[in-house]
């Protein structure tokens, strides 16, 4: 299924006549109870019904249906149909404001309980197209999507929005916004087909990582000497990859836990920050030509930024989500200010990733060429320890190539990622990314991460002497091939052998 579906709802203009007899705070659109209707805003007017007593009311789902916690969250886009008047013109940076409020109820005759209320304010991005003439009187504003509201679970069966346009004169309130004729809303949620692939995917890979991470761990312990840099960075980007893993989303079936999209961002930036760095220390301990080794302190330079990247992407993410815990009716794309900022942090992050793959093209472009250069070496080599070499370089590069393919696919996703999440409150981007895409990536990652505890951890055969003195024969020597892997039993990586005797050179 794909991960998404929006359904478009059409707002009901109900009259509240609180005022005059104390009714329900709440207005619904359809049902028993349902509000005292208008058509249309001329119909108010005849009446003589003021704007304050006119609610929008919209009822989520449609008739007939249910919402399920297996939507994961819900997201709201409002579009507004606004007609051009000759005496009411929409000014230029025209700002609405909004009360709003949302309810729930889980069964169709109990009473709506409160989620929140607020008074926002929305700027409005319309255009006209045609000439402002009287023939153009009635005539719609062509208008941008405008962020409404986004809550982190979906724990109950029927959701309730009123929504008000209060206006004062004096104070400038709602003046000078244009005829609003109807509101739209357009609701996103996940699919519930693709939410139960996605948790089955979890909890099937959860386990499959923590074994290889327990036994990967357990062969490093035997070792007697202490571990190197990079099988700790492995073994730190195992765990990262299984806190990302561990379905902690199975409770949002049964728990209104609305935070679980901010802590699924947390997840991810961390999961993030550990891939980007582990590629940078990956291939800068394989080069040949560097000194500064096995010491986290040696990368610094390239880690450091990764570090403050996540932190600032971070912060902007507790900026839009954290507040959206209290008041699910905020958005950062609502101010000039916030626009900015928020564009900017997703286009910087974007470049810097463009930038951190060319640098990591190149990092990997120098470690083939210093490869390239010690298999000069390797037909003076006896036969048996020929083979276990050019069978350590092949699939050393074999990794390698994946890594870039692995980076790639990555920046790729999250650059993708971003645009999706963002289209719909620029309005003027769609993209549509298919579930392939998501489950793909992410098991890609697992792949990716049991691949390399596989490759890299310690072997537990001994070859002795044999080995260094060349008296193995074919069959002995194919084994040794299909066999060792990357690191050796008693001391660092062969590729690190290689390189520091070129060192001591």
């Avoid at 290889?212 to 990859?241: D, N």
């Amino acid at each position: 299924p794909s991960p998404t579906t929006a359904v478009p709802y059409m707002s009901v203009k109900c009259i509240d006549v609180r005022k005059n007899h104390h009714k329900t705070k709440w207005l619904m659109p359809w049902g028993p109870n349902h509000c005292k209707k208008l058509k249309d805003f001329d119909e108010a007017v005849s009446r003589q019904i003021e704007a304050n007593d006119i609610v929008f009311a919209v009822h989520v789902p449609l008739p007939t249906k249910e919402m399920s916690p297996w939507f994961q969250f819900m997201l709201f886009i409002m579009q507004l149909d606004i007609a051009f008047k000759m005496d009411n013109d929409l000014k230029e940076n025209a700002e609405i404001t909004l009360d709003v409020a949302l309810a729930y109820r889980d069964d169709t005759f109990s009473e709506w309980q409160e989620i929140a209320h607020a008074i926002e304010n929305r700027k409005l991005k319309c255009i006209f197209t045609s000439p402002k003439t009287q023939e153009s009187e009635g005539r719609h504003y062509d208008c941008d999507f405008l962020p409404f509201m986004e809550i982190g679970s979906v724990a109950h069966k029927y959701y309730l929005i009123n929504i008000r346009l209060p206006v004062n004169e004096r104070r400038g309130i709602n003046v000078g916004i244009g005829e609003i004729k109807d509101i739209r809303l357009v609701g996103i949620h996940q699919n519930g087909g693709f939410t139960k692939v996605w948790f089955a995917m979890k909890t099937f890979l959860t386990p499959s990582i923590l074994i290889i991470m327990v036994w990967y761990w357990r062969r490093i312990t035997l070792m007697t000497r202490a571990p190197v840099l990079l099988e700790k960075v492995i073994f730190a980007l195992g765990i990262s990859m299984t806190f990302i893993n561990i379905p902690v989303e199975w409770f949002s079936i049964g728990f209104d836990w609305t935070w679980m999209l901010l802590f699924g961002d947390i997840r991810q930036g961390i999961f993030y920050a550990m891939l980007l760095s582990f590629w940078i220390i990956f291939c800068g301990e394989h080069m040949m030509d560097q000194n500064e080794r096995n010491r986290l302190s040696g990368y610094w330079k390239q880690v450091g930024p990764i570090a403050v990247g996540s932190f600032c992407l971070f912060i902007f993410d507790m900026c839009e989500r954290g507040v959206q815990l209290k008041n699910p009716f905020y958005s950062i794309w609502t101010t000039e200010v916030g626009t900015e900022l928020a564009m900017a942090f997703i286009i910087v992050a974007g470049i810097c990733l463009c930038l951190y793959f060319l640098f990591l093209c190149f990092m990997v472009f120098q470690v083939f060429r210093n490869i390239s250069g010690k298999q000069s070496s390797l037909p003076a080599m006896s036969k048996a320890r020929r083979l276990h070499y050019e069978g350590l370089i092949f699939r050393f590069k074999f990794l390698m190539l994946i890594t870039l393919a692995c980076a790639a696919m990555t920046v790729i996703f999250f650059i993708v990622s971003q645009v999706t999440e963002g289209h719909w409150k620029w309005g003027d981007l769609t993209i549509q990314v298919n579930s392939a895409f998501f489950t793909g990536i992410y098991g890609m990652w697992n792949l990716y991460v049991f691949a390399l505890m596989f490759l890299y951890a310690p072997s537990h055969k001994n070859y002795g002497e044999d080995q260094s003195n060349g008296d193995l024969g074919v069959n002995s020597g194919e084994e040794l091939q299909l066999t060792t892997t990357i690191t050796h039993v008693d001391g660092p990586t062969e590729v690190y052998k290689l390189a520091r005797k070129e060192a001591q050179e």
